[in-house]
């Protein structure tokens, strides 16, 4: 069954270190997005992306954040200058058709911001 | 600000009872879909439910999403200790890919 694979699985930065998180979507995919989910809280939506352009994203996707889809096949996402508060789970996301038909997830990269 | 609410947080049950975990708001989503997920694991999807009234079944499970298109219920039959793990709603409200996730139930099935 195809997967989205993110990595690194597990990255640990020190703060104000640039970080680069990296996604490979299903191959015939046309939306991509990033969501995160800080320990013990909801999975937070980030940014949707489709057409090379930002599609939506939210309050939490601040200045700091960009993605990017350099090739036909990696989709991702920069932070710029790491918090303490980035720490979380980031996961990358594909589908197909848009929302009403769901969505395939990645594993996730686990940022730790020391 | 969009939310969605899970009920119960946490249900421990016996292997071969029935349970109905709930997924309520007071906004419409074009739809709804209900994830499983494993520690350390990103959510899978079970099911979307698009339709107001819609109820999908995938095995024991079986999903309903509400008439005014704002709740959803997943009721599992005869659960078993391969159920255990962590279900999540997710709604779109508009079609965008911008996922309300609920804040999960914790499921325990005892053999």
């Known amino acids: 069954e195809p997967e989205v694979t993110q990595t690194p699985s597990h990255q640990v930065t020190q703060m104000g270190q640039e970080v680069i998180l990296r996604c490979v979507p299903i191959?015939?995919?046309?939306?991509f997005y990033w969501y995160r989910q800080i320990l013990g809280q909801k999975v937070e939506f980030l940014v949707s992306?489709?057409?090379?352009?930002?599609?939506?994203k939210s309050e939490i996707f601040d200045d700091q954040f960009s993605v990017e889809r350099p090739d036909g096949s990696n989709f991702t996402l920069k932070i710029r200058s790491t918090k303490l508060e980035d720490s979380a789970m980031y996961f990358c996301?594909?589908?197909?058709?848009?929302?009403?038909?769901?969505?395939?997830f990645g594993s996730g990269t686990r940022l730790t911001v020391v | 600000t969009q939310l969605l609410e899970q009920s119960p947080q946490f249900l421990s049950i016996q292997e071969g009872e029935n349970l109905t975990v709930y997924c309520n708001s007071s906004?419409?989503?074009?739809?709804l879909q209900w994830y499983r997920q494993e520690p350390g694991e990103g959510p899978v999807l079970l099911v979307t439910?698009?339709?107001?009234?819609e109820v999908k079944k995938l095995k024991r499970l079986t999903f309903q999403f509400g008439d005014a298109r704002k709740d959803s219920s997943l009721h599992i039959t005869a659960a078993q200790p391969g159920d255990t793990g962590l279900y999540l709603c997710?709604?779109?409200?508009?079609?965008?890919?911008?996922?309300?996730f609920g804040q999960g139930t914790t499921l325990q099935v005892k053999p």
């Open positions: 992306f489709y057409n090379n352009e930002i599609s939506e």
């Open positions: 997710a709604g779109d409200s508009s079609n965008t890919g911008k996922l309300i």
């Open positions: 439910v698009v339709t107001g009234g």
């Open positions: 906004s419409v989503f074009s739809s």
């Open positions: 191959s015939n995919h046309l939306y």
């Open positions: 996301a594909s589908s197909g058709q848009g929302g009403n038909y769901g969505y395939t």
